[in-house]
Each structure stands twice: as C-alpha cells, then as structure tokens.
C-alpha cells in the first residue's frame, strides 16, 4: 500500500500569488493534519481533519490559510496572497482512526514552498 | 509559549557509540511521547513511542527513558551507525489534544 503523497514536491510562486498544495492520505485513514516545518525546526500544527470537517484549526497563521477535505480523503491546503514569511515545508500526515490523537501519525514527504 | 524543548540542536557520535537526546515539555495532560526520524527530503517517521506509566520503553537499539516527576524524557541510540544519521523529533499529545507537539529537532551525525 502506497503512503501519504503529497503534490507537488516543490512550489515556487511569487509574492502575492495564490497557491494550492494537495494531499493523498493513506487509504481509509479518517484524521488528516496539515503541519508548517520552517528550516532547523520541527512540525508546527496548522489543522485537523476528522473525516470531512476540519476539527481544530486553531494552528492556522491567519485568514489567508484555508484548507478543505470535502470527500474525507483528499485534502487541499489553500494560500492567499502568499508572503515570503509563508516559505516551508508544508507536511501532511494521517492516522487510522479519528479522534485517538495518539495514533501513529504517516508523514508525507511534504511541499516545499518558496515564495520570492 | 514552546511546550517540548529539545536539545542538543546537534550531535556528532562515533560509529559503535550511544547518541543521547533530550527533551522537557510543560503540559502534564500530556500522555504519549513519541520519537520521529526524518531524512533529507523526507517525512519524519515514527521511531518509537512511550506512555508515562512506564519509565522506559526499548526497541532494538533505540529506547526511551521517561521521568515524570521532571518532565522529561530522552532517547538513546546504543551502537550508533552511520545510517542513523538524519533529524530526530521529540513530540508530546494525548487524547486532550488535536495536534502533536514537536521539539525543534536534534541533527545526528554518526562517524564511521
């Protein structure tokens, strides 16, 4: 079975564009999470996905990220008016189960983003 | 406020030699504690995990000791080898959260 895949593997995008970054969980996972890893630093939470619904949102930087899970599987993480300060790593994981936050969480290989 | 502080930022062992990592975190409602490893241009991928009802927890090479009391724990790597090398995370949750907390990352490099 084929893991998390994460599409695509490196963005680079202007100033003020508007980005995309798409996420395949591993099949029948019902969590999904969003995590920002800067450069020397570890994951920083953006959102949870508990099938369709984002559950907990509350690591979301601001109005300009916005993320969707509308079948329960794929999962598309949304950038407005992308700033420098948005460069990352942008990670996606699933788990089995939804709600068991101590779940074994499968890590993608993330998108790199850079903004210029 | 940071809720899991790692150190050292970075670890240089010999090969055949035990790396040791630290962390502490804040929260006692944390109640699992696991470890990652990522390798340039990967995802981190869980290396192995405890629960605080137990004060330490081995597999193969890898094991994790756990102090309550002090809220820490710390990885040791025993007959550390060259493919061990990569980026280690500590990370704190447990069913009260929606997210785990991660330290900022240990870079180990194992001299063959």
């Known amino acids: 079975g084929a893991g998390v895949s994460q599409t695509p593997s490196n963005k680079v995008t202007e100033k003020g564009k508007y980005v995309e970054l798409r996420c395949d969980p591993i099949?029948?996972?019902?969590?999904l999470y969003w995590y920002r890893q800067s450069l020397g630093q570890g994951p920083e939470f953006l959102i949870y996905?508990?099938?369709?619904?984002?559950?907990?949102d509350s690591g979301l930087p601001n109005d300009r990220f916005f993320a969707v899970r509308p079948e329960g599987s794929v999962s598309t993480l949304k950038i407005q008016r992308t700033e420098r300060g948005d460069s990352a790593v942008y990670l996606c994981?699933?788990?089995?189960?939804?709600?068991?936050?101590?779940?074994?969480?499968?890590f993608g290989p993330g998108t790199r983003l850079t903004v210029l | 406020q940071q809720q899991v502080k790692q150190s050292p930022q970075s670890l240089i062992v010999q090969k055949g030699g035990i790396s040791i990592i630290n962390c502490a975190y804040e929260n006692t409602a944390f109640d699992y504690f696991p470890w990652y490893q990522q390798f340039p241009g990967k995802g981190p991928a869980l290396l192995i995990a405890?629960?605080?009802?137990?004060s330490e927890k081995k597999e193969g090479r890898f094991t994790i000791s756990f102090n309550k009391s002090a809220k820490q724990f710390s990885l040791h790597i025993m007959d550390s080898q060259p493919g061990d090398s990569a980026t280690y995370f500590c990370?704190?949750?447990?069913?009260?959260?929606?997210?785990?907390?991660f330290g900022s990352g240990t870079k180990l490099n194992v001299k063959p």
């Open positions: 994981a699933s788990s089995p189960t939804a709600g068991a936050h101590t779940d074994t969480q499968y």
């Open positions: 990370a704190a949750s447990g069913n009260n959260f929606n997210k785990f907390y």
């Open positions: 996905f508990q099938g369709t619904g984002a559950a907990d």
């Open positions: 099949s029948g996972h019902t969590a």
């Open positions: 405890i629960r605080p009802d137990v």
